[in-house]
Structure formats: structure tokens, C-alpha cells
């Protein structure tokens, strides 16, 4: 009988590349508890405050957009490596930055690393796992994110509660960004453990290495076709270039790439996460309060991202986003009203309504674009397609970090969150008219959905032509 995959080496190896997403999300979450220090320290304006926390993203920008070439010379193991030493030196180097200067550029170099690690730890994970698991493996990512984004709420939380708000000024705002040496050298140290991709070694020529790792990933039934799939896929690669990527069939592919990584930024999530204690102070909050409300938000995120990893794989992922995109233009609506109606005496509600509008995104536009988007493209593009992809979320992101402290103090919390709704809506509707269903395909039987769009298409425009 042939032996079957070993799914904890599997685990292990989306756990470890998983570990990336604990940099995205300590990175995330740090700087809303020490924005409120630097604002006092330095006397920041709207759009500075937004240039700090946004400034990781033109790192981000440029990692992700030079992580397929790179990965493609050096492997995909050693840049994520490389992107877990420059996260550790743009921690360190944030905690002893010297002026608002030295601090951004620290957070620049922290961008190209976590740059890195977003582009290749997703597309890490589908070229190792199995179909029938992919999407609770590659939900890995989120996972990690959201437990970083957590337990950095109460890192912060910890630390402002450890002296005076004095202390916090000069020393507790240092403390909180040093602590990214932690997640940054247990990610380092975990990739020691894992393999390179079975991929990126077939086309470098090592296919006997390749396939003893695939056999022990898919068990050694499928392990030889897995191997030869790879074989003609590279050989297709070799003859491609980006521009298939504007081709009928895997145009509407990246379209739906680029719109998946947009909305997983701009539906208002990473808002309430960078400017949490900022949005939670607005209402009354105080005495570090803020920052307790913030953790809690934090803990929900956990839970049901859980939910999500469990769900995944049974509902699918176009019924869970257009669920979660639903709800959350729901409670970005109740959000609004609060600031609207009455913000002063409302803390209790606004934490109720951030909850769920947190857990409708952890079931969905949360977790999901990350699986999504490398397993809609083929093989032979996946790297160039994923890279573009993630280049507009990170994108995203930093207009998001830019701009909120901008659109709140012009045009006041209430419209900002109303606009956030209408942003949901939007969402929604793009799910359920464009997005396909990926649960349980292979990668080859989604390119086909491509393909069979493609030709459908094109039926009807040569039937009204006719």
C-alpha cells in the first residue's frame, strides 16, 4: 500500500512559513500603541502621523515587488530568511531611533522584510500543500498575523501600564517596537527546519532532493506525478513572460487578484488596527483603557480566525466572503452612527460593533484573499502574478496608514467609518458577480475556470457579432 503524505511534516512546514505573518502583524499593531507617544514627543500633524505608520508600506511596496526575482536566483527559503534579519534589525534599530527620521528608516528596511515574507509565505505554502488542505494551510499566514496583531495589543498594554505616562514618553514607546526582535528571530530560527520548495529545486536542476520532499508532503503515490507536473509547468514558464498575464481567461484571473488584495486592505480593518487606541480614546476612553479595549478587539480577532480555518475548507471561500463582506458594511454603518449620534456616552456599543465588524472580517476578507490569490493562477505565473497582486495591497495598506488620520480630522470619524460601509457594499457585490469558488480544486482545475470563462466570453461576442 502506498504510503500516504506526512500531514505533520506538512503543518510544520505552513506553520514554519506561516511564521511570517507574526512580523506582518506585530508590525501592524506596535505602532497604534506608540503613535500616541510620538504625536506628543515630536508634535506630529495628521498626514506625519500617518507618514509613520505608513512608511513601512513603501518598504513593503518595493520587497514585494523585487521577492519573485529574488526568490527565483536564491530560493524561496533564504529570502524568507533574509526577510526575518531585516525585520530584526528594523526593530532594534526603531527602539534606539534617535530623531522621527531615523525612526522611519528603520520602519523602511522592517517594510522590505515583511515585504518579502507576505509575497512568499502564501505561495510557500501552495507549492508544498496538499489540494484537499491547502486552504486551512495557507490560512497559516493569517493566523500568525492575527495572533501577532493580539499579542502585540497587550504588549502594548503591558508596557503602558508599566510607569508613568512620563516613562511611556521617553522609554515605553521603545520598549514596544524593540520587542519585533522576538517574532523576528523565532521566524529565522524555524526556517532552519523546513525545505526548500520542491519547486524552485527542479528548476534548479535538483530533482532527486525535490522528489524525496514531495513523497514525504504528498506520500509517494503522487509524488512522481506531482514531480513531472512541476517539470512541464517550469518548461512553460521558461517560454512565458507577465504579459500572458493581460491574455483572455488569466486577465480576468489577475483582475480578481488585484481587487481580492485591495479589498483585504481598504474595507476598513487595518483602520481600527493602526488607530485603535486613537479611535477608542475619542470616545472617553482613558487611563490606558484604550489600550484594554484594543486587546480585547485583538482576542476576537484570534478566535475567529480560528473559526475561519475551520470553515474554510467546508463552506468555501466565495460563501464566506460574501457573509463577512455583508455584515461588516453593517457594522461599519453602526460604527458611523455611534460617532454620529452620540460618541461621548457610547464606548460599551463602539466596542461591540468593532467586535463584529473584526470577527465578520476574520471569516472572511481577512483570511481568504491570502489563500485565494496564489491558487487562481497557474503554475508558470503564479510567482509574477502573486507579486503584482501584493504589490496593490501593499499599496493599499499604505493609504490606508496615510490617510485615515487625515479623512477623520476633515471629515470627522462618522463619515470616515460610513465611507468604509459603502466600501463593504461594494465588496460584496464583486464577490458574488465575479469571484469564483476555488474549495477543493486542484490548481489545474482553476486554471480551467479561466479558460471556460475565456471561451464563454468569447461565444458571446462572436454570437451578438453574428
Known amino acids: 500500500m502506498a504510503k500516504k503524505h506526512s500531514l505533520w511534516y506538512v503543518i510544520l512546514i505552513a506553520a514554519a512559513a506561516g511564521m511570517a505573518g507574526l512580523l506582518y502583524g506585530f508590525d501592524t499593531a506596535v ?3 506608540a503613535i500616541g507617544y510620538l504625536q506628543d514627543l515630536y508634535n506630529l500633524s495628521p498626514a506625519m502621523e500617518g507618514w ?3 512608511c513601512v508600506m513603501i518598504g513593503g511596496v518595493i520587497g514585494v515587488a523585487l521577492s519573485g526575482y529574488l526568490s527565483d536566483r536564491f530560493g524561496r527559503k533564504n529570502i524568507l530568511m533574509l526577510s526575518a534579519v531585516f525585520f530584526i534589525i528594523s526593530a532594534l534599530g526603531s527602539a534606539f531611533a534617535i530623531d522621527i527620521t531615523t525612526l522611519v528608516l528603520a520602519r523602511i528596511l522592517g517594510g522590505f522584510g515583511i515585504g518579502f515574507a507576505s509575497a512568499l509565505s502564501v505561495t510557500y505554502i501552495s507549492e508544498c500543500a496538499p489540494p484537499a488542505i491547502r486552504g486551512r494551510l495557507g490560512s497559516m499566514y493569517q493566523l500568525f498575523t492575527i495572533l501577532g496583531i493580539c499579542a502585540t495589543f497587550y504588549i502594548n498594554y503591558g508596557v503602558a501600564n508599566s510607569g508613568t505616562y512620563d516613562w511611556g514618553l521617553e522609554i515605553g514607546w521603545r520598549w514596544m517596537l524593540g520587542y519585533g526582535t522576538i517574532p523576528g528571530i523565532i521566524f529565522l530560527v524555524l526556517l532552519f527546519f523546513i525545505p526548500e520548495s520542491p519547486r524552485y529545486l527542479i528548476q534548479k536542476g535538483k530533482d532527486e532532493e525535490a522528489y524525496q520532499i514531495l513523497k514525504r508532503i504528498n506520500g509517494e503515490e503522487i509524488a512522481k506525478k506531482e514531480e513531472q507536473e512541476i517539470k512541464a509547468s517550469i518548461k512553460v514558464e521558461q517560454s512565458s513572460s507577465a504579459k500572458e498575464l493581460l491574455k483572455p481567461g488569466l486577465r480576468m484571473a489577475m483582475g480578481v487578484g488585484i481587487f481580492l488584495a485591495l479589498f483585504n486592505q481598504v474595507i476598513g480593518m487595518n483602520a481600527v488596527t493602526y488607530y485603535g487606541p486613537d479611535i477608542f480614546r475619542s470616545v472617553g476612553f482613558e487611563n490606558n483603557t484604550e489600550f484594554l479595549a484594543t486587546s ?10 480560528i473559526v475561519a480555518i475551520l470553515l474554510i475548507d467546508k463552506l468555501g471561500r466565495k460563501k464566506l466572503m460574501a457573509i463577512g463582506s455583508s455584515l461588516m458594511a453593517v457594522f461599519m454603518l453602526l460604527i458611523g452612527s455611534v460617532f454620529y449620534f452620540s460618541p461621548e456616552n457610547s464606548g460599551v456599543l463602539l466596542i461591540m460593533f468593532i467586535a463584529g465588524f473584526t470577527a465578520s472580517f476574520c471569516i472572511s476578507m481577512g483570511p481568504i ?11 508558470h505565473l503564479r510567482a509574477k502574478a502573486v507579486g503584482i497582486a501584493t504589490i496593490f495591497l501593499w499599496g493599499a495598506n499604505w493609504a490606508i496608514g496615510q490617510f485615515t488620520p487625515v479623512l477623520i480630522n476633515n471629515m470627522g470619524s462618522a463619515f470616515t467609518f460610513w465611507m468604509f460601509a459603502v466600501i463593504n457594499v461594494i465588496c460584496f457585490i464583486f464577490v458574488m458577480t465575479i469571484v469564483p469558488e476555488t474549495k477543493n480544486k486542484s490548481l489545474e482545475e482553476i486554471g480551467e475556470i479561466w479558460n471556460s470563462k475565456a471561451e464563454k466570453k468569447k461565444e458571446k461576442t462572436y454570437g451578438k457579432m453574428a
Open 31 to 33: 505602532i497604534s500603541g
Open 52 to 54: 509613520v505608520i505608513s
Open 296 to 305: 480585547i478587539i485583538g482576542s476576537v480577532q484570534v478566535a475567529f480566525t
Open 369 to 379: 484573499p491570502w489563500i485565494m490569490i496564489p491558487e487562481i493562477f497557474p503554475n
